[in-house]
């Protein structure tokens, strides 16, 4: 199994602030995919990144996939309670429609 | 439009008990997954179904879980006999399978919060 790390697992943050998480795997992705999950609720899809190098934002958050497809981040500017949640990161699994999710960040930002 | 629709919300059971979780996947989807969330081991896939053929079974834990997909708009888990160590959020996801196998989004429904005591 290829398994997906994400860095840091907490993270606890004053409103204003910027902040980077990270995924990564020691295997090559073909796609990677970013979600985030509020108490209470199921996982909501932010962001795909499938070419390596690229480089997507959504209004304040920004994502990264690594030159060679092994990493991702998300930087999300000025962080707003409304931004708290866990953030997973997932990648296709061996059969083409699976998807494999990483453990997550746990995000809580303070007003 | 309707998202994915999980019932209940809440189940809470005896050790021993049969568990039915239910789950009505958004219309048009051709692809149904099956996921375990629980503070230990995160969210993780246990079945997956395309055109209401299981695909991949590999996550279901041991033979008491079961799922069924009878039709394209219904789906079950089901935990028999049901133990504590079952107790954790479990969350259907539909997916279109319209965009592609590496862009493909997976839709997921508001879970059910299972505690077997």
């Known amino acids: 199994t290829q398994l997906l790390e994400q860095s840091p697992q907490f993270l606890s943050i004053q409103e204003g602030e910027n902040l980077t998480v990270y995924c990564n795997s020691s295997?090559?992705?073909?796609?990677l995919q970013w979600y985030r999950q509020e108490p209470g609720e199921g996982p909501v899809l932010l962001v795909t990144?499938?070419?390596?190098?690229e480089v997507k934002k959504l209004k304040r958050l920004t994502f990264q996939f690594g030159d060679a497809r092994k990493d991702s981040s998300l930087h999300i500017t000025a962080a707003q309670p409304g931004d708290t949640g866990l953030y997973l990161c997932?990648?296709?699994?061996?059969?083409?429609?699976?998807?494999?999710f990483g453990p997550g960040t746990r995000l809580s930002v303070l007003p | 439009d309707a998202g994915v629709i999980q019932s209940p919300r809440h189940e809470v059971t005896e050790m021993g008990q049969e568990v039915t979780l239910r789950c009505k996947p958004i219309?048009?989807?051709?692809?149904l997954f099956w996921y375990r969330q629980t503070m230990m081991r995160g969210l993780e896939l246990l079945i997956y179904f395309n055109n209401n053929v299981p695909i991949d079974d590999s996550g279901m834990p041991e033979d008491r879980f079961s799922a069924k997909m009878p039709n394209a708009s219904f789906s079950t888990l089901k935990i028999q006999p049901s133990e504590p160590r079952d107790s954790a959020v479990y969350f259907c996801?539909?997916?279109?399978?319209?965009?592609?196998?590496?862009?493909?989004?997976?839709?997921f429904g508001p879970g059910t919060r299972l505690t077997v005591l």
């Open positions: 997932a990648r296709m699994g061996n059969y083409g429609q699976n998807f494999v």
């Open positions: 219309s048009g989807h051709n692809s």
């Open positions: 295997s090559v992705f073909s796609s």
């Open positions: 990144v499938v070419t390596g190098g």
């Open positions: 996801a539909s997916s279109p399978g319209t965009s592609g196998i590496y862009t493909d989004t997976q839709y």
